[in-house]
């Protein structure tokens, strides 16, 4: 465990120079540069959010509706029946595009807390910066997106027959049900091949913030064991994970959306996709809290020595208080007795009970609960279907209590 600074590095608040970027620079963004979809400045989102899911989606709607596939009594499952290919594209598509925001705001201004505050000390800031530059480049290579653009590929073109029969009998083309029209081709080549490559993207993104974060715990932290955020002055990063809650919002509504249409036109008790459901919400915590336990080792070996330092100093002035107050003896050297930032025998016995609380990651109730509450969500609105929204409450109620 490294002694803190004293004083902190001169790293004005908002400083966001010591800051990283989850999406800019990255060979999506300078394709989408290329194509005047992002602005010199700015990330495009908006503009981004609506040409991506109108790409998607319209043809498919326009094709659909020449077809005669889009209403009621059109079609055994018309378009408008299959909520999961809105909810990807109108829905879940400009999320995931829009949650590039918060996500790079949130990095940007919290990582240079950590040089401010004094978490990463002086001597460390340069061992600092070559792991911010390191990930940049990472962030930057080609090798990442031909990874993702081969596996979209690879499961458009392998798993168009999985998908067919329930996803787009809408869109046959002739009586025998044979041949896919336009609308449907469009739909599971270029609609969902939008929507994967999304995800993985995001995916990819918090497999980045894992080996940044891995990086930046081991160029030498100054661990403050007594911190009242109770995980050695790293408190700020627990609120990172929330830059993830559009994307696992967007996640949730296209697996809901799903759920909600086998409820509603294959005869499906949704509450027995409990399990599923469960595993949707416990998977998307666990995978976005993921970087943070990049911290455990530093914050885990800080605790361990601080028990000893804390225990062996607590003991000792707690030995000096005895020979004097009740031994009676004269003291050469109480110089722990009479420091100031020590005090009374209570006061050092906080501050090894502060050390015994610090957590070894720097996760709480504020780093889950925001993206629990986002799996959670489009859950409920598809119980909603089947159960009363009353009872549904006090069914999530009980299981909570």
């Not at 981004?48 to 709607?61: E, K």
């Not at 509504?253 to 416990?282: C, K, N, P």
Request: charge should be positive; aromatic fraction near 8%.
């Amino acid at each position: 465990m490294r002694k803190a600074n004293l004083v902190a590095p001169p790293v004005p608040a908002g400083d966001t120079s010591l800051g990283f970027a989850l999406v800019r620079g990255d060979l999506s963004f300078r394709l989408q540069r290329r194509l005047g979809l992002i602005p010199p400045e700015g990330l495009g989102l908006l503009r981004r959010a609506v040409f991506w899911s109108m790409l998607g989606w319209l043809p498919v709607a326009l094709w659909a509706w020449y077809a005669g596939r889009v209403l009621p009594g059109t079609a055994a499952e018309p378009l408008l029946a299959h909520f999961s290919i809105h909810a990807r594209l109108l829905v879940a598509v400009p999320l995931l595009i829009l949650a590039e925001g918060p996500a790079n705001a949130l990095t940007a201004r919290l990582l240079p807390e950590l040089v401010r505050c004094g978490i990463v000390p002086t001597e460390a800031v340069p061992r600092y910066r070559a792991a911010l530059a390191a990930t940049a480049r990472l962030r930057d290579a080609t090798l990442p997106w031909v990874i993702i653009v081969g596996a979209v590929v690879a499961f458009v073109t392998t798993a168009e027959t999985v998908h067919r029969a329930h996803e787009i009998d809408w869109a046959t083309a002739d009586p025998a049900g044979v041949h896919l029209g336009f609308g449907g081709l469009w739909y599971l080549y270029v609609g969902r091949t939008i929507f994967l490559t999304l995800v993985l993207a995001w995916l990819w993104r918090v497999l980045l913030l894992t080996v940044l974060f891995w990086r930046v715990s081991r160029v030498g932290l100054a661990i403050v064991p007594t911190h009242p955020d109770r995980v050695g002055g790293l408190g700020p990063l627990e609120h990172l994970p929330t830059a993830f809650v559009p994307v696992v919002l967007a996640m949730g509504v296209a697996l809901a959306s799903r759920w909600a249409h086998d409820g509603v036109y294959h005869q499906v008790t949704l509450l027995s996709l409990r399990a599923e459901m469960i595993a949707f919400v416990v998977v998307c915590v666990a995978l976005f809290v993921v970087p943070l336990l990049a911290f455990a080792g530093p914050l885990k070996r800080a605790k361990k020595q601080a028990l000893l330092d804390y225990g062996a100093l607590v003991g000792r002035h707690g030995r000096l208080v005895h020979e004097r107050w009740i031994e009676g003896k004269a003291l050469a050297d109480d110089a722990v007795l009479r420091a100031a930032e020590l005090g009374p025998v209570a006061d050092t016995g906080a501050l090894f009970d502060s050390v015994r609380a610090m957590r070894t990651v720097p996760i709480g109730k504020a780093t889950v609960l925001p993206i629990a509450a986002a799996a959670v969500l489009p859950i409920l609105g598809a119980l909603a279907i089947q159960v009363p929204v009353k009872d549904l409450l006090l069914k999530l109620l009980k299981a909570l209590v």
